[in-house]
């Protein structure tokens, strides 16, 4: 055997090497994407189950679950304040002041 054909050989043993490793590693790559979606299906579907179970049950007194409700409920209150306060900040209104405060009044520094 010629070392011109050695030669040859290695490098279209290790171009197949190479090209199947790649393969190999896109395919493990492509059922990972897989698996994400299939857990994504997941997520999303308990989330709708999940709200939709709060929906129907959330004035219930089951006990199993009322803290939850009841959590979801003081986060619902609270984010409703939080935008509100937002809101006032953006229209240029400060709620820690006194909204009937005259500035005429000399009181008023």
Known sequence: MD????????????TYKVKNKAKEVADIASLKAQVTTCEE???KNYIAIGKAYYEKYKDSEEVEFAKHCTAIKNAESGKKRLLQEIEDRRNG?????????????????
Do not use: N, Q
């Open 3 to 14: 070392v011109f054909e050695k030669i040859g050989e290695s490098v279209y043993t290790a």
């Open 41 to 43: 299906v997941i997520r």
């Open 93 to 109: 209104l400060d709620p820690e002041a006194e909204t009937d405060a005259d500035p005429d009044d000399e009181s008023f520094i």
